[in-house]
């Protein structure tokens, strides 16, 4: 099994920043792609960010140039740097990954959760 842990989430103010990070951790061979989620109340899971292994990035154009996704293959770790938060940005975050292990396959963590309010 694979487990998934975020951290870095919490209230902000708007224009303030946060750094998200999720450590993958388990009988894992490689992780593919990662990525960020989030779920606002009484909305869908939508996309925040992904990356590949090799580092190809794709963003929702909602977070382009505010969000950035790194990653550190040696921690299988992800990170979100998020920056110029707006009120509209308060969700649940969550991290994915899919992971080659004895059960491969996409894992998700718990979220995290980040409010943007004065």
């Known amino acids: 099994q694979v487990q998934l842990v975020e951290s870095g989430g919490g209230l902000v103010q708007p224009g303030g920043s946060l750094r998200l990070s999720c450590a993958a951790s388990?009988?894992?061979?490689?992780?593919?792609?990662m990525g960020w989620y989030h779920q606002a109340p009484g909305n869908q899971r939508d996309l925040v960010a992904t990356?590949?292994?090799?580092?190809?990035?794709n963003y929702a154009d909602s977070v382009k140039g505010r969000f950035t996704i790194s990653r550190d293959n040696a921690k299988n770790t992800v990170y979100l740097q998020m920056n110029s938060l707006k009120p509209e940005d308060t969700a649940v975050y969550y991290c994915?990954?899919?992971?080659?292990?004895?059960?491969?396959?996409?894992?998700w963590g718990k979220g995290t959760l980040v409010t943007v309010s004065s």
């Open positions: 990356i590949s292994s090799g580092g190809v990035t």
């Open positions: 994915n990954a899919y992971a080659i292990s004895s059960a491969s396959g996409v894992y």
């Open positions: 388990g009988n894992i061979v490689r992780i593919n792609d």
